[in-house]
Antibody, heavy 120, light 110 residues
Framework: QLQLQESGPGLVKPSETLSLTCTVS??????????WGWIRQPPGKGLEWIGS???????YYSSSLKSRVTISVDTSKNQFSLKLSSVTAADTAVYYC????????????WGRGTLVTVSS | QSALTQPRSVSGSPGQSVTISCTGT?????????VSWYQQHPGKAPKLIIY???KRPSGVPDRFSGSKSGNTASLTISGLQAEDEADYYC??????????FGGGTKLTVL
């Protein structure tokens, strides 16, 4: 059974770069028609799509975060990663990794999420 | 990519039906049949309950149904049960390989 698990520092200082990794277990990222994405949720607020990546490396980002976001994939480790630069307190959120079918537009599998707090 | 508009809260008694709306534009909800809905219980990850406007994944009760008219999509929950109390989010394809979520609706089962 495919599972996604986020990992990374729970505390990041303002102006620094937030880095998270999503490890996919129970199946392969490579050669499958799925996109792998990041979605975040500030405390007490709604969901925000950050971006997605295909195993080949094609990336798509939210226009509001595009200047600060980089999503990459490491097929040898069955992982994909998120980097968000120049963070502020507004970037404090639970960050989820999720899978989207390549032939459709819904997120059918989610990680449990990880809280990242931006604070000095 | 502005967030889709959902009511902040709705409520209903057990056994009743409730409908949650999700309003976007012709560039997202109105332009594609790629609206999905997610249920989120406190402290948990969202769970897909409707995709492609009205399709239900395996295991989701048929009490959950979806529809769309113009730029507004709707989620209807019939035969409300206590465990339906949760936050609900809509999501739509917004062109150029991007997605946009709604602001979320808190459902209270009275």
């Amino acid at each position: 059974q495919l599972q996604l698990q986020e990992s990374g520092p729970g505390l990041v200082k303002p102006s620094e770069t937030l880095s998270l990794t999503c490890t996919v277990s129970g199946g392969s990222i490579s050669g499958t028609n799925y996109y792998w994405g990041w979605i975040r949720q500030p405390p007490g607020k709604g969901l925000e799509w950050i971006g997605s990546i295909y195993y080949s490396g094609s990336t798509y980002y939210s226009s509001s975060l595009k200047s600060r976001v980089t999503i990459s994939v490491d097929t040898s480790k069955n992982q994909f990663s998120l980097k968000l630069s120049s963070v502020t307190a507004a970037d404090t959120a639970v960050y989820y990794c999720a899978r989207r079918a390549g032939w459709d537009w819904y997120f059918d599998l989610w990680g449990r999420g990880t809280l990242v707090t931006v604070s000095s | 990519q502005s967030a889709l508009t959902q009511p902040r809260s709705v409520s209903g008694s057990p056994g009743q039906s409730v409908t949650i709306s999700c309003t976007g534009t012709s560039s997202d909800v109105g332009g594609y049949n790629y609206v999905s809905w997610y249920q989120q219980h406190p402290g948990k990850a969202p769970k897909l309950i409707i995709y492609d406007v009205s399709k239900r994944p395996s295991g989701v009760p048929d009490r959950f149904s979806g529809s769309k008219s113009g730029n507004t999509a709707s989620l209807t929950i019939s035969g409300l049960q206590a465990e339906d109390e949760a936050d609900y989010y809509c999501c739509s394809y917004a062109g150029s390989f991007t997605s946009v979520f709604g602001g979320g609706t808190k459902l209270t089962v009275l």
